[in-house]
């Protein structure tokens, strides 16, 4: 194989790998699904068992990708061969690539529905009387509107890829990443100066832990990992576009901590609104498509509000799914020498035409559910994805790095850089033994909890 150290696009500096990253992980994760869940798995108390998570799991996984990456200078798929070469680990690298392909093809129906929502949320608000669950329901249960919407929002996605790396990633990042940190700010103080705010303020809080068990602990490493953009590869691709001597275990730091923090944000601008204004909090998916239009509909400047946040939820996704796409686009051009315009359009159009099952789900495929696995065809690619193969894909890489590729060598690796934390052995440990024995029982166990109910 030719080295490809030589032709390969680079980060431009350290800030723009930190926000490309950043913009992968910060998402529809955390603004559309973390509210939820939280309220679903009992507020505050999830939050305790996702924050262990994120830093037990999280951290020490991102930094393990990214290492991948970075010492391969190759795609997932590659990756793996270059460490490893004549043995089958390539096929973690594919899982990954397989589960980048599953979940672009339903974020961009849910992604579409916000873009929808930009301007539904504009008439919605505008409309006394309106019933905002009926809005919502029209807009699911059509056959074109979720299949168009979600094709602007792909057409959106390839037209960065095909841009590359730094003109198109890296320069997209770091203009929509601090316009989205404003605009969720804008909405925390808009949402905590309304009367009775405190309620909800009490009960994202505050945790009540006689709602836990194992399908909590699941819900709460699947959102971690899907949050975090993990088990697939994503920081693979990224950490291939580092440099030799870029420092990697303090700008996973900053990752994790944005990522954790607009999460947290989320839920305090939400909650505190949601309580305020007297509704549940436990709506489940339709809680920020619902819920928060008839929040919006009561709130003065409500208008500006909606439309403000629903633009926050569409640049959220759009960083995230360029990443989601890059993944597969950097596969075709490393592996089998396509360029990168022929493959993110093509594959564009493929993973969307794969999607087109999930858009229907509300409207001709109603109805279509498996028990335990989902209400509908978007949970169930949902589940699969996010309980199964993210928590399998990171469990395998840390296995690899811990008994294949070695944690010494990734050890060096992650120390070449000059500045920033250090890693060892603390770390190594954990790759080994604590992380596939946590996401390993998790699993079983979640899945266990999952079919009994
Ligand atoms: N992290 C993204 C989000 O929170 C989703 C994602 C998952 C992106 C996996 C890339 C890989 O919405």
């Not at 490393?334 to 858009?359: N, T, V, Y």
């Amino acid at each position: 194989m030719s080295d490809f150290k030589g032709n390969r696009e680079h980060w431009a500096s350290r800030v723009g790998f930190i926000l490309a990253a950043a913009g992968s992980a910060v998402g529809l994760g955390n603004i559309w699904r973390f509210p939820y869940m939280t309220g679903e798995h009992g507020g505050a108390a999830f939050i305790v068992i996702y924050l262990l998570a994120v830093f037990l799991l999280g951290y020490p996984l991102m930094v393990n990708e990214t290492l991948i990456g970075r010492a391969s200078q190759r795609d997932p798929v590659g990756a793996f061969k270059f460490l490893s070469p004549g043995r089958s680990w390539w096929l973690v690298g594919a899982l990954g690539v397989f589960t980048g392909f599953v979940i672009l093809s339903y974020y961009v129906v849910v992604a579409g529905w916000s873009i929808a929502y930009i301007y539904k949320v504009f008439i919605a608000v505008s409309t006394p009387g309106i019933n905002h669950e009926a809005v919502f329901k029209s807009l699911i249960t059509s056959v074109w509107e979720p299949i168009i919407w979600a094709a602007v929002f792909m057409i959106l996605t390839i037209s960065i890829i095909s841009a590359g790396v730094v003109k198109g990633i890296q320069r997209w990042s770091l203009i929509l990443m601090p316009i989205l940190f404003i605009i969720i700010l804008i909405l925390i103080i808009r949402s905590n100066t309304l009367p009775g705010a405190s309620d909800g303020l009490f009960y994202y809080i505050k945790p009540d832990f006689s709602h836990v068990s194992g399908r909590t602990f699941l819900a709460a490493l699947s959102q971690a990992f899907f949050s975090l953009s993990l088990g697939m590869g994503v920081f693979i691709t990224y950490g291939s576009y580092l440099k030799d001597h870029d420092e990697i275990p303090g700008s996973n730091g900053w990752i994790i901590t944005l990522d954790t923090l607009v999460a947290l944000m989320a839920g305090f601008a939400i909650f505190p609104a949601v309580f305020a204004l007297g509704f549940k909090p436990a709506a489940g998916p339709g809680l920020v498509f619902i819920t928060l239009p008839a929040v919006f509909a009561q709130m003065p400047l409500g208008i500006f509000f909606g439309v403000l946040f629903f633009i926050l939820l569409a640049i959220a996704a759009l960083t995230s799914a360029i990443s989601l796409l890059e993944v597969v686009t950097a596969w075709l051009m490393d592996e089998k020498g396509w360029s990168r315009k022929k493959a993110s359009i093509l594959m564009g159009i493929i993973i969307f035409i794969a999607g087109i099952p999930a858009a229907l789900g509300y409207s001709i495929f109603n109805g279509f559910s498996f028990p335990g696995l989902g209400t509908d065809i978007l949970d169930t690619y949902d589940w699969f994805a996010n309980c199964l193969f993210l928590p399998v894909g990171g469990l395998l890489a840390a296995i690899f790095t811990g008994y294949v590729w070695g944690t010494k060598q990734a050890i060096d690796e992650a120390n070449k850089g000059k500045t920033g934390l250090a890693i060892g052995k603390f770390w190594s440990f954990l790759i080994r033994y604590i992380i596939p024995l946590l996401i390993f029982g998790i699993i079983i166990m979640g899945i266990y909890d999952s079919f009994k109910r």
